[in-house]
């Protein structure tokens, strides 16, 4: 049938993909369904991010090159979402520079999006909707999951934390965190739906519950992890500075817990982790691991490490790369500071050079990578339970992750896709493995 509408999202960072998939829940609960490429779109809407400038540069590039489609296509709905437009006056900046935009709503408006849709159709101008922030959790938001055999799942919105060099406080508002009753009946119904993964986020999940009478992250990732079912389950991202005791205990003593966890450093320097306002220093940091890995030996713990942070010496810079190979990260989300109107970071002295950012980056990359390949080669010969995600058409060959999130490659046929296979790793490339089918199918 040709009557059929169609929709494009495009999201800006790892931690908006749920957010789309709200998004696309909305839309499809209004009859759309997903496009197959731009030009076949009644409503491309940009789900953006604004954590780093490189981020909003490309959803501004995107969107401008959106002009032509749009003159070419009158009925074309555009609609820009996400933290970019939380910031300070930039919904209507957007307005003046990108006029063919239809739609500009709030990451606290996204609940009115729907409403929105349908009064475009009835009037020409732009809607533009931006709540400074609200106290409401909305429960029931139609949800279109792209991500099968993985579920995200909120468990708490906002950011409290206020890290001198990051917009997120001041786009995403103060932390609010859902009831467990909501999201237990969410993660129950995943499961009988068939899910295997489920991910619990929240830009700081360890301090779930603060301030309600909700119980902690322990607690509630305890019960999660109780539920009947064969699934596993996944949590991001921790502050180290909140990473308890209790936690710890935790995710020992639940098998369906990943031996895996996201603990971003930002930085080794004391110095730089005052200024940052993290509340840690390396020290605190390093014990913390040293407790992870005493409960849990084969942990695998990944990170987001900063470089170029105003005032960063060299000798900072080697602290940062010390604790890189003191820990061996399972895997390294690496930035080079981006200065972010608004925050405090922004307006200090000292801010360092583009090139000085990209030398020290370099190094931890090349680090990184190294100790990846050395890692990978550790595998071999070994039999790992892969969750089989999906297809690679490329490699032609189906892909899924041990529950360390390391990825594998197998040959199987279409009965693997979504389940739990065993793979005998035969050869590691790089970070990624290759491997056989043992049993699964
Ligand atoms: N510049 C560079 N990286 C940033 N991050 C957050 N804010 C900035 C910024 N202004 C990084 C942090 C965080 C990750 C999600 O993004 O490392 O953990
Ligand atoms: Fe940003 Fe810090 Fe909050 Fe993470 S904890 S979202 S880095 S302010």
């Known amino acids: 049938m040709e009557n059929k509408k169609y929709y494009i999202i495009t999201y800006g960072c790892q931690m908006n993909l749920h957010e789309s998939e709200k998004i696309a829940g909305i839309l499809s609960s209004m009859g759309y369904v997903l ?6 779109a009644d409503v491309i809407v940009f789900n953006t991010c604004c954590i780093r400038e490189n981020a909003e540069q490309k959803a501004e590039g995107n969107i401008g090159a959106l002009k032509q489609l749009k003159k070419n296509n009158k009925n074309l709905i555009v609609a820009v979402g996400g ?4 910031q300070k006056g930039y919904a209507e900046k957007l307005h003046k520079e990108f ?6 709503f ?15 159709a009835e009037r020409k101008k732009t809607l533009i909707e931006v709540e400074d922030g609200n106290e409401i959790i909305y429960e029931g938001t139609p949800k ?3 991500s099968y055999p993985n579920a995200w799942v909120n468990i708490m919105y906002g950011c409290n934390n206020f890290c001198t060099y990051c917009i997120v406080p001041y786009v995403r508002g103060r ?20 899910y295997k993964e489920i991910t619990l986020l929240g830009q700081n999940v360890n301090s779930y519950g603060k301030n309600t009478e909700y119980g902690d992250f322990p607690e509630l990732l305890a019960k999660v992890a109780e539920l009947d079912g064969d699934f596993r389950l996944r949590y991001m991202t921790n502050h180290p500075k909140d990473l308890s005791d209790k936690l710890i205990d935790v ?53 987001d490490v900063m470089v170029g942070f105003p005032n960063e010496t060299e000798e900072d810079f080697e602290e940062t790369f010390s604790v890189m190979k003191e820990v061996g990260y399972a895997g390294a989300f690496t930035f ?73 490659y197998f040959d199987g046929t279409e009965k693997v896709l979504g389940n739990f296979v065993d793979v005998k790793i035969v050869k590691a490339g790089g970070i990624s493995l290759y491997g056989e089918l043992v049993k699964g199918e």
């Not at 496009?35 to 076949?40: L, R, S, T």
């Not at 932390?175 to 068939?194: N, V």
């Not at 639940?254 to 220093?281: E, F």
């Open 251 to 303: 995710i020992k003593s639940h098998d369906k817990i990943c031996k895996s966890i996201h603990l971003p450093i930002q930085s080794g320097s004391d110095k730089i982790l005052k200024a940052m306002n993290r509340h840690y220093t390396k020290a605190d940091y390093l014990e913390k691991v040293n407790k992870l890995r005493a409960a849990v030996p084969d942990i695998a713990i990944t990170t």
């Open 144 to 146: 279109t999951r792209s």
């Open 336 to 408: 080079i500071y981006s200065r972010r109107s608004g925050t405090p970071a922004a307006e200090m002295e000292g801010q360092i050079d583009e090139e000085t950012g990209k030398k020290r980056i370099m190094k931890l990359i090349a680090y990184q990578n190294a100790f990846n390949r050395k890692t990978s080669k550790n595998y071999e010969g070994k039999t790992v339970r892969i969750l089989c995600e999906g297809y690679d058409d490329k490699k032609k060959k189906y892909l899924g992750r041990d529950e360390y999130g390391r990825m594998a």
């Open 83 to 86: 933290c970019m437009t939380q």
């Open 106 to 120: 709030g990451t606290h408006n996204l609940e009115n999006f729907k409403v929105m849709m349908e009064e475009k």
């Open 35 to 40: 496009a197959e490429n731009v030009k076949q």
């Open 99 to 104: 006029p063919f935009v239809d739609i500009i």
């Open 175 to 194: 932390e609010k965190s859902r009831s467990p009753k909501d999201i237990l009946s969410e993660c129950e119904s995943l499961i009988k739906e068939g």
